[in-house]
């Protein structure tokens, strides 16, 4: 397939808001997760909490999408110039001419569960103030955007549990090279609320401590947030060096509503056929961002897949130590971990894990360290077996 370029990124997270402190602080080993302190406080675990949420309510033309989702995507477009780029893209092209494509598992959840708390007690009406279209509503977040950048071309938001926003890239890809658009916003929003916290609580899927992917002792994931968006345009003659999508490779291997294939056949599928996109083979990847969230059914299936594409050399790491497991954005989120790793020349580590599983073979890095990254995977892998795979490179 024909690479596209990445003219901006932009990523805020539990690490903070912007690139750049999510860069340092997968430089300096610095996690962000903490003891679970969102609402009501009651559960055993840790999370990767945005701060500053709760204090910066949405106002103007745009006040009725008020939402933690979408205050988080707010804060998201804010930082990096990335609004600045997206209006030059749109000068261009024109504003029917760039797409938006949003990845999200939760949106505007929260507050759904905050107005069910206010329902009338004779009537069982909820309150008149939640706007099922502009909040809960899994589109909501993506119209967000779209006014928001003053975008109005193809706009979708896909939904496919934790790789939702892995498979923006593909179909942003796809639109663009049947000339339905000319450039696309493509990223993902997830927000913490109550019904994932619980959710993945009583599937006994969460950790009581930071996450540990690849560990012997592994015992679970830690749950966050964040808002991750990049800009995709066709590569130009002048484009050297510019941090590129490859391939992209997506599988359905529906083996389970919440459990992976024990072999990973749907993940071994997708990286294939990511590899194949971009046209190199196993033996060109210099590093892959694992999907890694330390579950000790999700890890063992990566690891067979990994080892059965890629061999067991290829370095590997898990960022979700640093993050928590964003869900809808983890997609996005390790995306962006990946074009650092080609851009900045340095493979992070997988913090917080101590000693191996021996019993799993890639090649887990523990501690992060310069690397020449030519080309870079990056897996994502959803229930029910939603998986993507994506390569990143440089053009050349």
Same mark, same amino acid.
């Given at each position: 397939?024909?690479?596209?370029?990445?003219?901006?990124?932009?990523?805020?997270?539990?690490?903070?808001?912007?690139?750049?402190?999510?860069?340092?602080?997968?430089?300096?080993?610095?996690?962000?997760?903490?003891?679970?302190?969102?609402?009501?406080?009651?559960?055993?675990?840790?999370?990767?909490?945005?701060?500053?949420?709760?204090?910066?309510?949405?106002?103007?033309?745009?006040?009725?999408?008020?939402?933690?989702?979408?205050?988080?995507?707010?804060?998201?477009?804010?930082?990096?110039?990335?609004?600045?780029?997206?209006?030059?893209?749109?000068?261009?092209?024109?504003?029917?001419?760039?797409?938006?494509?949003?990845?999200?598992?939760?949106?505007?959840?929260?507050?759904?569960?905050?107005?069910?708390?206010?329902?009338?007690?004779?009537?069982?009406?909820?309150?008149?103030?939640?706007?099922?279209?502009?909040?809960?509503?899994?589109?909501?977040?993506?119209?967000?955007?779209?006014?928001?950048?003053?975008?109005?071309?193809?706009?979708?938001?896909?939904?496919?549990?934790?790789?939702?926003?892995?498979?923006?890239?593909?179909?942003?890809?796809?639109?663009?090279?049947?000339?339905?658009?000319?450039?696309?916003?493509?990223?993902?929003?997830?927000?913490?609320?109550?019904?994932?916290?619980?959710?993945?609580?009583?599937?006994?899927?969460?950790?009581?401590?930071?996450?540990?992917?690849?560990?012997?002792?592994?015992?679970?994931?830690?749950?966050?947030?964040?808002?991750?968006?990049?800009?995709?345009?066709?590569?130009?003659?002048?484009?050297?060096?510019?941090?590129?999508?490859?391939? /992209?490779?997506?599988?359905?291997?529906?083996?389970?509503?919440?459990?992976?294939?024990?072999?990973?056949?749907?993940?071994?599928?997708?990286?294939?056929?990511?590899?194949?996109?971009?046209?190199?083979?196993?033996?060109?990847?210099? /590093?892959?961002?694992?999907?890694?969230?330390?579950?000790?059914?999700?890890?063992?299936?990566?690891?067979?897949?990994?080892?059965?594409?890629?061999?067991?050399?290829?370095?590997?790491?898990?960022?979700?130590?640093?993050?928590?497991?964003?869900?809808?954005?983890?997609?996005?989120?390790?995306?962006?971990?990946?074009?650092?790793?080609?851009?900045?020349?340095?493979?992070?580590?997988?913090?917080?894990?101590?000693?191996?599983?021996?019993?799993?073979?890639?090649?887990?890095?523990?501690?992060?360290?310069?690397?020449?990254?030519?080309?870079?995977?990056?897996?994502?892998?959803?229930?029910?077996?939603?998986?993507?795979?994506?390569?990143?490179?440089?053009?050349?």
């Amino acid at each position: 397939m024909d690479p596209l370029a990445i003219r901006a990124l932009t990523l805020t997270c539990a690490l903070g808001a912007g690139i750049r402190p999510a860069l340092a602080a997968l430089r300096e080993r610095r996690g962000a997760l903490r003891p679970y302190d969102f609402d009501d406080g009651t559960l055993d675990t840790w999370i990767g909490r945005v701060d500053g949420l709760e204090e910066s309510a949405l106002n103007g033309a745009l006040a009725k999408y008020d939402c933690r989702n979408n205050r988080l995507a707010e804060q998201g477009l804010a930082q990096d110039g990335f609004a600045r780029a997206v209006a030059q893209a749109r000068k261009r092209h024109g504003p029917d001419r760039v797409g938006v494509f949003i990845g999200t598992s939760t949106a505007g959840v929260l507050q759904a569960e905050l107005a069910y708390r206010s329902m009338d007690a004779q009537t069982n009406e909820l309150p008149s103030s939640f706007l099922y279209p502009y909040t809960l509503n899994a589109m909501s977040v993506t119209r967000y955007v779209c006014g928001r950048l003053d975008l109005h071309g193809p706009a979708m938001s896909i939904s496919t549990a934790c790789s939702s926003s892995a498979k923006v890239f593909a179909s942003a890809y796809r639109h663009i090279r049947l000339g339905i658009c000319d450039a696309a916003v493509v990223g993902g929003v997830d927000s913490l609320c109550l019904s994932t916290l619980y959710g993945f609580t009583s599937l006994g899927l969460v950790s009581a401590a930071p996450c540990r992917p690849w560990d012997a002792a592994r015992d679970g994931m830690n749950i966050g947030e964040s808002a991750g968006f990049a800009l995709l345009e066709r590569c130009g003659t002048g484009d050297r060096g510019t941090p590129v999508l490859l391939g /992209y490779g997506e599988s359905s291997d529906a083996f389970h509503m919440s459990s992976p294939h024990p072999d990973g056949a749907g993940a071994a599928m997708a990286m294939r056929r990511a590899l194949g996109n971009a046209g190199i083979t196993a033996a060109d990847v210099d /590093y892959v961002n694992l999907h890694g969230t330390a579950t000790s059914a999700n890890d063992e299936s990566e690891d067979r897949a990994v080892v059965a594409v890629l061999g067991d050399s290829t370095p590997c790491s898990s960022t979700k130590g640093w993050t928590g497991h964003t869900l809808g954005a983890a997609g996005i989120t390790e995306a962006l971990f990946t074009v650092l790793a080609v851009t900045e020349g340095f493979i992070p580590g997988t913090l917080n894990t101590r000693d191996k599983d021996e019993n799993l073979a890639a090649r887990i890095e523990l501690e992060g360290h310069p690397a020449s990254v030519s080309h870079a995977l990056t897996n994502s892998f959803g229930f029910g077996g939603s998986n993507c795979s994506l390569v990143f490179g440089t053009a050349p």
